[in-house]
């Protein structure tokens, strides 16, 4: 089992049964450096090829314990056991593994398919209600690219969910998880359709390296810039556009944030989207049709000036 | 392009022209300290998902420029010109990518097929001597696991392919290539017949950590144990094992090694190959016939002590 500090301070009893590998919390432990700490530790425990690890924990914990599961001796079985809601509508699922590099966000990573994932949603009893918040980016973020219903539903009753109601939680995770399921099975290697997922994440990236913010509400922040740049290509109609930036803000999702400019250009211009001189950039059309539009670095400064 | 400095300093000419990488050569270089240096060059040359990367040099280049491939950004495309005849029949085919670890030998890697393979074996006029020799123990090897005529003519002309013979160069590549091809096509992750490979690689690769020896004279030194191991375990005559250790004699691959027992007990202990308490290991049955048997760490241990 890997896990990190925090969820084996809450869940020691049932995990201290398993040869256990833990590492402190947080993004900013989400290195290389920790990465190496987990290949020693795996030496120690005398892990081999028929080893099977299991991350327990949130995105961090997911991302890491896939991509030691990957590189360890050419690669082990793996699966996750999600404990954030952000981990369960997103992280958790895909295959997507990846550590920060210096300051650029999962800049170095593969493509690797869990065994299982498993969602329970009594995990999330223990989480701050700010942890919540933070998952219903990602949430949103499906309803944008791929079910207005779940859009409508939102838009409804915009703070239920916070009150973790257990059927209302196991729905809109549900519904999330299709959405995304979706779309992976049609292009794992995002060559097509799944570049989708990343509405938001260019900038929402750039922010959360650069402003240390939680990847939800940094992504949150992202989907606003990225909602007003479909607007300014013309893409999106003004009044979508503002429905949903109330939403976001109604569910408390777009903190007050310094833009900096200068170095959010800088941040872009390393994205894993850019290629040469343009950037592969997820703009809506409506809710829930995004389009993937190479917008020239030259053009996407100019409109991050505006914007910011 | 990311070679290293010696192959650099032979062919600047043609590599300049290229955005270049370059790391001090040799086997201790293998580590993820060179790796993490080609993440930075290669955010710094503005590397990107459509960036395509070509290693240039020996297995080392290889080995490094495909893990490399296979983790910046989650995979570019990449292919190799192999400089060594060690890397023209074996390290650049069959997608094994991998780092050594702490002493650990290809203790972090991935399998990352490469787009091109290109074997110039004018490329081979520049090698030392040694260095042609270290490529023939994975021929022989080839041969023992899989072509026995490739086996008889190495053994009618052991030493005429040192004399760089064009035709002959030409002809022995290609066969022993063909063996490791079919054998990867059948099995690229390692579970059946891939297994074979790693004829003679079990204590090979301890002796390479332990003595830093070259890999080739290392896994020559290792054929001649698991040589040896076989004829105990009934598998092979005596007197087919006497023409196996008389061919590697005469070519020069079985150098003066000092067989630390407990050092080695130590190395296979953390054996890739190993799966639980036992290690799958290869042994011959004949000439182009390997079998896979379970061996028990404990018996292990005990062969090593009555051969060392």
Redesign the interface.
């Known amino acids: 089992v890997i896990t990190d500090q925090n969820v084996n301070k809450l869940y020691h009893h049932d995990l201290q049964r398993y040869p256990l590998i833990e590492f402190a919390a947080g993004e900013e432990h989400k290195t290389?450096e920790t990465v190496?700490f987990i290949?020693?530790r795996l030496?120690e425990l005398?892990a081999?090829?028929?080893s099977f690890l299991v991350g327990v924990g949130g995105g961090v914990v997911c991302d890491i314990t896939g991509y030691a599961a990957?590189?360890?001796?050419?690669?082990l079985d793996f699966g996750y056991v999600a404990t954030t809601l952000l981990a369960q509508v997103d992280a958790s699922v895909g295959g997507?593994t990846?550590v920060n590099?210096?300051g650029?966000k999962?800049?170095?990573?593969?493509?690797n398919q869990p065994r299982f994932v498993l969602c329970d949603i009594d995990l999330l009893k223990t989480l701050p209600r700010e942890d919540i918040i933070n998952g219903l980016a990602e949430v949103t973020k499906h309803a944008l690219i791929g079910d207005s219903d779940l859009f409508h539903d939102l838009e409804a009753q915009p703070r239920k969910i916070l009150d973790l109601d257990r059927k209302l939680l196991e729905d809109t995770i549900e519904r999330s998880l299709r959405v995304k399921i979706g779309i992976v099975e049609k292009d794992e290697?995002e060559v097509r359709e799944r570049r989708w997922l990343n509405f938001g994440h260019t900038f929402g990236h750039a922010l959360e390296s650069l402003a240390g913010l939680p990847h939800g509400r940094a992504v949150s922040w992202g989907m606003k810039l990225a909602v007003q740049v479909s607007v300014r290509k013309g893409r999106l109609q003004e009044d979508v556009a503002a429905r949903i930036l109330r939403l976001l803000e109604v569910m408390g999702l777009l903190p007050d944030v310094h833009c900096d400019a200068s170095q959010l250009k800088k941040a872009v211009?390393?994205d894993?989207?850019?290629?040469?001189d343009a950037l592969k950039f997820v703009l809506l059309q409506s809710i829930g049709r995004p389009v993937v539009e190479d917008i020239p670095l030259v053009e996407l400064e100019s409109l991050i000036d505006d914007l910011c």
Not at 106 to 111: D, E, L
């Open positions: 290389l190496e290949y020693h030496l005398g081999d090829r028929s990957a590189t360890y001796m050419r690669g997507k990846a590099f210096h650029f999962n800049m170095v990573g593969v493509f290697r211009r390393t894993k989207k850019k290629t040469g």
